[in-house]
């Protein structure tokens, strides 16, 4: 059975919270069918941080981690990982360009008006300008590996 245009896997995101670091990891696959029909996955595992969006535009989406748009973020930090794994050019910015187009979609069809897709558009666009600092985009292996130390030393703790 093909997923209806405009879903997403589940109205639930299995995470597990990382408040320290300001990260969650993704406890499973979870997927965005967009407007054609096209399925766009984020992979087990994969940190997140929700949406990374200046804090003036928490008004309108609400804090990055606890917010009911926070599906259109986890597919959306997918776009930025992938991007990052890029060298710096403009195969790079066309990922992130597309990933950020994805995300207007999404966070439209999670109930945001046209006016609040359009701040929350130009906030990650403003995001874009400012990752094009490698030190500006998490490595992705780099945070799964420091989540899963962090997780293995926690566990090792509650023993």
Known sequence: ????PGTFSSD??????????GY??????????????RIHRATIRMP?????????????????????LLPAGIIHDHYCYKAASLPP????DKLRR???RLFAEM??????NKVEMLALYRSVRIGARSARD?????DYQHEYDKFMQHYITEGEQGK
């Open 12 to 21: 639930h995101i299995p995470l597990d919270h990382y408040p320290a670091h």
């Open 1 to 4: 059975m093909n997923p209806a």
């Open 48 to 68: 997140s941080d929700g949406l990374t969006i200046p804090r003036f535009f928490w008004r309108v989406a609400g804090a990055p981690i606890r917010t009911p």
């Open 89 to 92: 050019g403009p195969e790079r």
């Open 107 to 112: 966070v439209s069809q999670l109930g945001a």
């Open 24 to 37: 969650a990891l993704l406890l499973c696959d979870y997927w965005y069918c967009d407007l054609q029909g």
């Open 98 to 100: 597309q990933g950020d």
């Open 134 to 138: 490698d030190e500006a985009i998490p």
